[in-house]
Structures are given as C-alpha cells and as structure tokens.
C-alpha cells in the first residue's frame, strides 16, 4: 500500500472518529461515565477533609468544656445554699468562656431527675434574681428546646447533636456536683458559624460561605449542608433531608418545591456515621466545558489516527518484499557467473550473462513463489531487464583487469539492490 493511501485511510478514521464522538450522545456519555465520576470525586474528597476539621474542631471545644465543668463555683449551683460570689463568679467564668470561643451562643445546667434549669447564660431562662439567688425556668418550656432524652441520647457517643431551629451544635458533658455526684448534664450551645471559621480557616469554604445544620426528628445523625443557594428554603432543606434519609447514592438531583421556576441543583453526599456532609452544586459543575469537549475529542480521534496509521505500516507491502527478495536472489546469481571471471574475457563473460539472464530469472520466479510472481508480474519483469541492462552496461564499459571488473562489478550489483 502507498504511503498517501495509509494516510488517507488514517484520516478517515480520524474524521469519522471525530464526528462519532461530537454527537451529542457521545458528548453525554463522556460527561456521566468519565468527567463527572471525577466532578464527586473531588468534592468528597473536600467533604471528607470537612469531617476531619470536625473532629479536631469539636476535641479543641471539649477540653475547654471539661475545664469550666471542674469550676467549683459551677458544681455549687445545685446547692441549696448559694453565695453571692458563686454566683458572681459563675456569672464571670461563664463570660470569659464565651469570649474565648467566638459564635457560642450560651450553657445551661439541667437537673436530670425535675430537669430544672439551675444555671442559665439566657436572659430568657431567668424567673427572678437577686445577689444570693436565681430562680430559673424548667427546661423544655421554651417551645424551642430540644427534649431532654433526645439530647441526651444522642451525645451518649460523645458527639454533639444539632438544633436545627437555632442553627448550632450542643455539647453535651455530665455535671457533678460538688460531692462529686453526677446530677444532671451542662448543655454547651455553639452556633455554626463557629465551625464555618474553622473551614474558613483551612480554605475549606469561600469568606462569604455559610453552613446549616440537619437531622432527623431523633437526632440520629449530624447533617452539614454546604452552599445552600439562598438562605431561608425549608423545601430545599427539606428536599436534602429526605435524599438523607433515603439514602441512596452520593449524588441527587434536587429542586425548590416552593417554585415551580426553581431551577434544579445536585447534591453530593459523603457519609461518615453519624456524620452527613452535603454540598449543593450547580449542575453545570458536572458538565465538561465546551473547549475541554473539543481538546478530548481531538486528543481521541489523532490518537485513533496514529493507530490506524501505525497498523498499517506494520504490514510491509507484498511488493517490496518481494522488490527485496529479487535484489538478493539476483545478486547471488550474479556471484555465482562471476566466479569464473578469470578465465572470460568480456566478450565471453557478456555472452555467458545472457545465456544464463533466462534460466536465472526463472530461478528468482520460482523463489519468489507462483502467486507473488503473478500478481506483481509486470513489475518483476521490469525490475529483472532493469538490473540486467545495468550489469551489461557495467561490464561493457570496463577497460581495467578482469579483477577489477570483478570487484566494481560486485559493487554495481551492491548498489542497484540498494
């Protein structure tokens, strides 16, 4: 086969597999089996950092929440008799946790057995307050309160559990009294925002960026929900909750009930019990860009060219194998006549060669076999008078000993089977 020949063949392929792959199904099945694999690849592995973050984040707040529960002025407050420096000085201890730890939004003592309230950060906590006594509410009159069992259950694994309604994290430690009596548990309420610096810090999420909090009506799990398009949509919420709660697959398609133009979002899910760490995404997100699209189609198509260009050169061409065949067979007919140079002069030597031209160019056809002889006949037998008429012309032209002309000759027959 031609040179030109493979490179059009090659160029077929190309172009044919250029336009296979422009097709839109084409361009769809690469967007979902190859580029957006690699799209939730890399945000879960952001999201699983998040989770790491976590657990450094909540370590750090636990060690300074274990030392104000050792403050022996806290253990006091379920004392029936109080002072008022315990009192003053709970009041300080509590302001200067709270101001050492940025977004906290207030602790609260509860009595396991009544679930009275005996120390309270909120104002709205407060029944009545004088220098040797505060009165506080029971727990669970604030319609906003989580039920006590509930948030006591889910910390028994030493993990905070989320209020939804007020968008932040309560921890959860056991409180003993002064007789060392564990009495009930100290409630540590820490807004989110508190974790969204934390991300801020390591490049985690943008400065702009918030978080909001999920779980379920049991507290099972603590859902992180990351780039919520708009503040405020409990149906968008809603709609990440229930694909939570299902389950399935770390990528969902989502939209906002409450808009019937609302355009539709994803959300990808990296689980980690009792953790659920979630990003909306714009869908675009998952869909390769026009100039990416082109560069791989490119990429794919020359890379099917090269192939198809390499495979057919891998074949030699029948022709000039048998091309190579011819200049080996002659020349050593031609060895063979020149033995006798010694003894011819070049009138003889010239007769000698014709009479033995017809019997060894049927010798080369019988080598070269009866189906190469015949398909490329008409070439072999212009190739054949070709090398003849050259060795003739050679050996008529000498005029040097016949050892000469049997070395220059040897090198004619060299370089006409170059």
Known sequence: MKAFVKVITSLVVFIIVFLFLFST????????????????????SDLEKVVSDFEVWQDALRQSFKSFSEEVALKRCMSQNQTDGDIALREKISAELMLSLPSMQGIRVVEKETQRIHFSTFSTDIISKSNTSVSYAKYGKNTSDIQYSLVELASSNNKPCVDVLNNSFIFVH??????????????????????????ISEK?????????????????????????????????????????????????????????????????????VPYYIGRICDKNMFIMPIYARYFLITVISLAFFLITFLLLNLKQDKFVVARRKIQTLHANVIADILKSVESLDDEKLREKIEYRRHDANEEIRKTLGKKLSQKYEAEINAMLEQSWTRIIQVIGSKTNSVENLNQKSKDEIGRASC
Do not use: C
Not at 189 to 196: L, R
Not at 230 to 256: C, F, R
């Open 25 to 44: 199904r084409h361009l769809s099945l690469i967007d979902s089996q190859y580029y957006q694999p690699s799209v939730v690849s890399s945000i879960n």
């Open 204 to 272: 985690r999420i943008s400065l702009t960026e918030e978080i909001n909090l999920l779980t379920d009506d049991n507290l099972n799990f603590i859902g992180i929900l990351l780039g919520l398009p708009y503040q405020d949509s409990s149906s968008l919420k809603e709609e990440v909750l229930k694909e939570w709660k299902m389950g399935e697959g770390e990528l969902a398609q989502i939209s906002n009930k409450e808009s019937i133009s609302s355009p539709f979002w994803l959300l990808v899910t990296y689980k980690k």
């Open 174 to 199: 056991p409180f003993y009294d002064d007789y060392n009596v564990e009495r009930g548990k100290i409630f540590f309420y820490v807004s989110a925002k508190s974790f969204a610096r934390k991300l």
